[in-house]
């Protein structure tokens, strides 16, 4: 099973820009990759997801068009730019890795091995 380690968390005003890492070791990097979120008081909620080859995306709607996933194969590592921050992107980031999805997808319970998460605080 896959090792996961978030890193590029911070805090940052309204407006601001992070990128977030997920380095991946053990296992296999032939996995379909996302990032998951959770704000204090509240339940895990799907942030992006990329597919194997890095050919497909998905993006929660209230990210789409300020964050962009993407990952290099060779390092192993995957990637969150997160653009435009708002407070309410306020949470603690997750990275997760898939074996059984040949695409992407958003379903938490569909990922095998999961990071211990990089907090992001962003504030008005």
């Known amino acids: 099973q896959a090792q996961l380690v978030e890193s590029g968390g911070g805090l940052v005003q309204a407006g601001d820009s992070l990128r977030l890492s997920c380095a991946v070791s053990g296992g296999t990097f032939d996995s379909s990759l996302g990032w998951f979120r959770q704000a204090p008081g509240k339940e895990r909620d799907f942030v992006a997801a990329?597919?194997?080859?890095?050919?497909?995306?998905d993006y929660a709607g209230s990210v789409k068009g300020r964050f962009t996933i993407s990952r290099d194969n060779t390092k192993p590592t995957m990637y969150l730019q997160m653009n435009s921050l708002k407070p309410e992107d306020t949470a603690l980031y997750y990275c997760a890795a898939t074996t059984r999805v040949l695409g992407v997808t958003a379903t938490a319970d569909l990922y095998d091995s999961w990071g211990q998460g990089t907090q992001v605080t962003v504030s008005s």
């Open positions: 990329i597919s194997r080859s890095g050919g497909l995306t």
